[in-house]
């Protein structure tokens, strides 16, 4: 950890309470002048840190830049749990993750995304500065036909997060869309090496995108008529990036380290918001026929009557669904 991460975790663990220069001195065991060229970068960086004399220096409430440090201190005993890399940019942070050799727990997030993607080969718009983006690394010990369980699992969590953090109902849409307000927020990836021999996971990539507040212009044309934002500049939390990453985190792996119970299912079949509605069925993009959602199954499965009167089970990777009356993806 370089100077200017240490003191931004001691602001961080102490924020809105003035640190005097002579203490973030002694405790990082840095000079007095190290300490101010840190705070300075920092500022640089848009950090709004409040500096007097006699008192010290004291990050503002309303700083709203994430951070591990700022991540951490929300996670308190949970925070060794995870290895958390933040970067002003990346085409993916799943493609980031796809190419390392890192431990269970790696988090990485994105302020931007260049390549954001999406199931089916879809993009997912990653605007910076407005967003949350960030991939898991998991291995879990699980058959292949069982991997959309961690997708479940993951939506579960951010309409949790969502609801803590905003007091409303937020909806799942088969099978990784999170919806507030009749508008799509956040959408989940979740991708997977197997072994071939045992046809059991090697490991997991799970990518989470939500969008917190409005970018600056709107939306794009392709993505402004389905796409929405959970936050108005005017009601958005204090802290909110990191706030909402930590509460999310905790809640994937607690989930994640009771994965066997399958705790998450019942929500995830109670907020499902194509239950009982006719919908449309497409496959590599061509539709495929129509039919109605009766449940979801034990392994996060869509079972739909078909127009035939026969029941069929949808898998993820094989299909999108379209509530029939024009519910965008």
């Keep these: 950890m370089n100077t200017k991460d240490k003191v931004l975790k001691a602001l961080e663990e102490n924020r809105e309470e003035y640190v005097s220069g002579e203490a973030l001195a002694s405790l990082l065991d840095i000079s007095r002048n190290g300490i101010w060229k840190a705070i300075q970068a920092l500022k640089e960086e848009g950090y709004l840190i ?70 089916l080969g879809r993009s997912f718009y990653s605007p910076s500065d407005t967003g949350l983006y960030l991939s898991v690394l998991l291995k879990p010990d699980m058959e292949v036909s069982e991997a959309t369980l961690i997708t479940a699992l993951a939506s579960v969590c951010v309409l949790e997060t969502i609801e803590e953090l905003t007091g409303e109902e937020a909806a799942i849409k088969w099978v990784n869309d999170i919806f507030f307000k009749g508008k799509k927020v956040s959408g989940i990836l979740t991708e997977a090496s197997m072994d071939l021999e045992n046809n059991r996971l090697r490991y997991v990539v799970l990518g989470v995108g939500v969008n917190l507040t409005c970018p600056k212009g709107g939306f794009p044309k392709d993505v402004c ?37 399958k705790e998450y299912m019942n929500k995830y079949s109670e907020k499902s918001m194509v239950i009982g509605e006719m919908v449309s069925i497409y496959k590599a993009g061509e539709l495929t026929g129509t039919g109605k959602a009766l449940r979801i199954d034990d392994k996060a499965g869509l079972v739909v009557l078909r127009d035939n009167g026969r029941e069929e089970i949808l898998r993820s990777g094989e299909v999108s669904v379209r509530r029939m009356e024009g519910l965008g993806e």
Excluded: C
């Excluded at 002003?88 to 390392?100: I, P, R």
């Excluded at 934002?229 to 802290?239: G, K």
């Design 50 to 119: 409040e500096g007097v004399t006699n008192k010290g220096y004291m990050l503002k409430q309303e700083t709203d830049i994430i951070s591990s440090s700022g991540i951490k201190k929300y996670l308190t005993k949970d925070k060794d749990l995870f290895h958390i890399e933040i970067f002003d940019e990346l085409k993916s942070t799943n493609d980031y993750l796809k190419t390392g050799d890192y431990g269970e727990g790696t988090v990485v997030i994105a302020k931007r995304q260049l390549e954001g993607k999406g199931r």
């Design 225 to 261: 008529e389905t796409g929405g934002w959970i936050f108005d500049n005017e009601n958005r939390p204090n802290d909110l990036k990191n706030r909402f990453a930590a509460i999310l985190l905790k809640k994937i792996f607690y989930h994640y380290n009771r994965l066997s119970l």
